[in-house]
């Protein structure tokens, strides 16, 4: 078992529509992080939540992270097809000798045209 | 300009041929740390150091090693490996450890072993 459950693992939509993906935890973070992730490449960041209840925006892209900071959702308005990626979300856990990131399992999502 | 570099991108091995995977950063970042990235599991991490002789085990370290001896270099050796090291494997910097340490990933080395 995952400490960050991501959902769906696959989304395949139509150019046009909105997607929520969603990043849930039992464990609460200090931070969460969402990456992208192109094929052929390392994963490059989208954005940080650090504070519980705060929200996000880059264009289309809202990002919640929950009051708890156990969970977290990223939304796409009128996906286009250059949103088709990796989405991964990332946690914050302070460990012993530093801080680590967990990540979630990912969503896959394509955009068709 | 800023950036993670690996070496090699792909690699085909046999079992139990020791390699290593080179990765190289130009940030002066403190925080190194190496990933598997495998179907479904998301990325997984290996070892992480904090600084050049300071390194620690990250969720997954068995049957691989690291060191940390130049800031701007963090190898993973893997002794023997074995078909279950199959993998993508990113290297990736930042900053610190801290609450917004944004990770710099490198371009990723796929592993194949036989």
């Known amino acids: 078992t995952q400490l960050l459950e991501q959902s769906p693992q696959f989304l395949s939509i139509q150019e046009g529509e909105n997607l929520t993906v969603y990043c849930n935890s039992s464990?609460?973070?200090?931070?969460l992080q969402w990456y992208r992730q192109e094929p052929g490449e390392g994963p490059v960041l989208l954005v940080t939540?650090?504070?519980?209840?705060e929200v996000k925006k880059l264009k289309r892209l809202t990002f919640q992270f929950g009051d708890a900071r156990k969970d977290s959702s990223l939304h796409i308005t009128a996906a286009q097809p250059g949103d088709t990626g990796l989405y991964l979300c990332?946690?914050?856990?302070?460990?012993?000798?530093?801080?680590?990131?967990?990540f979630g399992g990912g969503t896959r999502l394509m955009v068709k045209p | 300009e800023a950036q993670v570099t690996q070496n090699p991108r792909y690699l085909i091995t046999v079992t139990g041929k020791k390699l290593t995977v080179t990765c190289s950063q130009n940030?002066?970042?403190?925080?190194m740390s190496w990933y598997r990235q495998d179907p479904g599991l998301g990325l997984r991490q290996i070892y992480y150091?904090?600084?050049?002789?300071?390194?620690d085990k990250g969720d997954v370290p068995e049957g691989y090693k690291v060191s940390r001896k130049e800031k701007r270099n963090f190898p993973l050796i893997l002794e023997s490996p074995s078909p279950n090291q199959t993998s993508l494997y990113f290297c990736?910097?930042?900053?610190?450890?801290?609450?917004?340490?944004?990770?710099?990933f490198g371009p990723g080395t796929r592993l194949t072993v036989l």
């Open positions: 464990s609460v973070f200090s931070s």
């Open positions: 990332a946690g914050d856990l302070v460990r012993n000798a530093g801080n680590m990131l967990t």
């Open positions: 150091s904090m600084n050049v002789e300071v390194t």
């Open positions: 990736a910097s930042s900053w610190t450890g801290g609450p917004y340490n944004e990770q710099f």
């Open positions: 939540v650090v504070t519980g209840g």
């Open positions: 940030m002066n970042h403190e925080y």
